[in-house]
């Protein structure tokens, strides 16, 4: 996406609260003009954030799309112009999905965005963001010849903690749509109740969610059960494989990470239980994203930690046990030791 031409048409501000404890909605009734000095400064905030998200979402509904109460008011604003009207229902459809009790009261922003670069066309959007909590803040003031100190609370423009942007394209399809939520683990109501929003399953989404797999099997099966080289190993090949390769295949898969038969059927079993528990089917064969790759790249970058003070880092993925170093014991010291075999000392 291209934000170098975007503008700022409406805005409007609501307050939400927890309808479990009965708190309300504060509804604003007209949009809020947004002088040019706001607008860069409100640009900046609402849509830095989602230059780095590449997880591409759409609404959906178990039965029909337009049951999703998100979907049609946004649908309403692109194609009816029905902004202030249909950014109130949302304020209400968030109020009667906040009924979590940790969920807390907060400010609701709608933002109507013009000339947003989407493939290769200039679109508007919607953003949706939700601001619970609030940061402190010092503010100087005069008075007479003195200078004080006083507090206050306002909005972190730095972070966003719940946004959606919601591109206006493929309504039938349910729109692209950018999400952002730092706190999903804990408050799904904000994608499943609120929006009601579901992956796209591209190229990108796949690799994600297969090397997501195999960081959580290094942790949970590896680390535990197997030697340290053992881990160095499966992380490093991991890597080197979705480097290597255009187009995934499980098949070339498991013939190329590792010739242990028990680490072999232990990544199954992880796999198919990780699949369960996500409900995430693993396709057979898709194409590799290389730029979501070399994000992984570094979650498996491993290391050799060595009682409290040293630490080993293996910074490519060339290093392997029997050919860059060796492990061994030595009787004497009653101690382990690490030798490494190398041509150049840089």
Same mark, same amino acid.
């Given at each position: 996406m291209d934000f170098s031409n975007a503008s700022i048409d409406k805005l409007i501000v609501h307050q939400v609260g927890n309808k479990q404890k009965d708190e309300g909605v504060y509804l604003s009734h007209n949009p809020q003009s947004v002088e040019p000095e706001l607008e860069n400064k409100l640009l900046h905030y609402f849509l830095k954030p989602f230059q780095l998200e590449s997880d591409l979402h759409r609404f959906s509904h178990s039965s029909n799309l337009s049951f999703n109460e998100v979907y049609m008011y946004t649908k309403s604003i692109f194609e009816n112009n029905d902004f202030a009207r249909s950014a109130e229902r949302i304020a209400s459809h968030l /109020?009667?999905?906040?009924?979590?009790?940790?969920?807390?009261?907060?400010?609701?922003?709608?933002?109507?965005f013009k000339d947003i670069k989407f493939d290769e066309d200039f679109r508007d959007a919607i953003g949706i963001y939700k601001v619970e909590k609030k940061d402190m803040f010092f503010k100087v003031l005069k008075n007479n010849d003195s200078l004080t100190l006083s507090t206050d609370e306002g909005i972190n423009a730095s972070k966003i903690e719940k946004g959606c942007f919601i591109i206006n394209d493929d309504a039938d399809d349910g729109y692209h749509i950018y999400n952002i939520d730092i706190h999903q683990k804990v408050t799904d109501y904000w994608v499943n109740k609120f929006l009601s929003i579901s992956p796209i399953e591209n190229d990108s989404f796949k690799t994600k969610q297969f090397m997501n797999m195999c960081k959580g099997f290094v942790d949970e099966v590896v680390t535990p059960n197997y030697e340290k080289s053992e881990q160095v190993d499966f992380g490093?090949?991991?890597?080197?494989?979705?480097?290597?390769?255009?187009?995934?295949?499980?098949?070339?898969?498991?013939?190329?990470?590792?010739?242990?038969?028990?680490?072999?059927?232990?990544?199954?079993?992880?796999?198919?239980?990780?699949?369960?528990?996500?409900?995430?089917?693993?396709?057979?064969?898709?194409?590799?994203?290389?730029?979501?790759?070399?994000? /992984?790249?570094?979650?498996?970058?491993?290391?050799?930690?060595?009682?409290?003070?040293?630490?080993?880092?293996?910074?490519?993925?060339?290093?392997?046990?029997?050919?860059?170093?060796?492990?061994? /014991?030595d009787e004497e010291s009653g101690q382990f030791y690490y030798k490494f075999f190398f041509e150049d000392e840089y």
């Open positions: /109020y009667e999905a906040s009924t979590h009790p940790k969920i807390m009261m907060g400010e609701l922003l709608i933002v109507h490093n090949s991991c890597i080197d494989f979705f480097e290597k390769n255009e187009n995934f295949s499980q098949k070339d898969f498991f013939d190329e990470m590792t010739s242990s038969e028990n680490m072999q059927e232990d990544f199954r079993s992880y796999r198919d239980k990780y699949a369960d528990e996500s409900s995430i089917s693993f396709d057979d064969d898709f194409g590799i994203s290389r730029d979501d790759v070399k994000k /992984y790249k570094n979650s498996f970058r491993a290391s050799i930690t060595l009682d409290e003070n040293i630490q080993i880092k293996f910074l490519n993925n060339t290093v392997q046990e029997g050919r860059n170093y060796e492990k061994g /014991y």
